[in-house]
């Protein structure tokens, strides 16, 4: 749920650098399409700033496949991009209650506010600097929707092609030089609840060390495409395996870990994958086996079997390398402590 503005029609607005940075990236791509990508950041209550809340744009998450770009029309993405946002929101949840932040210096009372969505930006054709009819009608269909839980939302639009020129103090909008001669502009409006109205809302840009870092995003929804064939290959061998996000190793970010177990084995195997996986090698820890249904909570569980989990040191002679698999390092595991599932069992009593 966004939180309320205290009344006031127009907060203030903090830009990083890198936001900006990755407007002209996808902009540029995108030359002849309209784009967008949704930004998150933080709403910080306007404790030292006279009561006026601030906006802090930290980041933008770009759609998934499924984004419609045409050269009057751009929707957004769907699941991967709502997963992307949740990695963030979880990763930053573990940063606040371990007053930390991602560059491991201790998180300052003002950044101790919940991560956010803040709006969409969207790249539209000619010099468009003001929103459409369309974009006041999408944006007050999100205002409307409860589900979303929007007060407000934040809508920059970004132009290609303008000739050179320096933006003034207090004006909605900024230029950047794209290295032919031409300036992509953004301008900055806002919209909410009360209003129901496109506003100018004007821009600060800070450097992106004075603003709290997000983490990278993991391996799993950067490249789904792996997660999916390391995916098929665990249960084509009869592994039940389900993904759960993880503090690990008790330091930011979480791990992406799997929950492998075979029918009528009588332990589980907790595969931990880092962020980077596989630049980086995996770990395991085994577990007693315990019967799920379908109804349980499966992070309960985890919870539960993480508990009573022990380490795994890796396999006698195991070397991991970035073209290994985790199939390859599950079976390795499971030899190593003698794990056998019911079907071999069966089958070692069959033979002579």
Known sequence: MMRALNGRSVPNLVMAQRVLNKMAAAAQHYIEDETGEAMVGLVVP???TNGVPTLYVL???SPDSSAVRQMHTFQQGDELQYDMFEWLNENWSLYRVKR?????????????VPLSHLGDWHKQPGFMIQP???????????LDDPENGFDFLLVPIVTLGHPPTIAGAGVNFLTMPQGDGTNMRVDFWY???KSRLFQPII????????????????WHLVHPENLNREYSKLQNDGLFTSVVLWD?????PLEICLMTARVGADRILIIITPWDYPKRAPQARVAPFVQMTDDDD???????????????ADPPGWKWSSESDLLTYVRAVESALGIKSEASSMENKEQP
């Not at 821009?203 to 993991?218: F, G, R």
């Not at 499966?298 to 795994?312: D, H």
């Open 191 to 193: 919209i909410d609840g």
């Open 59 to 61: 980041d933008t998450i």
């Open 46 to 48: 306007g404790n030292h």
């Open 298 to 312: 499966m992070y309960e569980i985890f919870e539960m079997l993480w508990e009573q989990s022990k380490p795994v």
């Open 132 to 142: 459409s009819g369309g974009d006041l009608m999408t944006a007050l269909n999100m």
């Open 100 to 112: 930390i932040s991602y560059a491991g210096k201790q998180l300052a009372a003002k950044w101790d």
């Open 248 to 252: 690990a190793d008790d330091e930011p």
């Open 203 to 218: 821009p600060a840009v800070y450097p992106d060390h004075l603003l709290p870092m997000l983490p990278d995003y993991p």
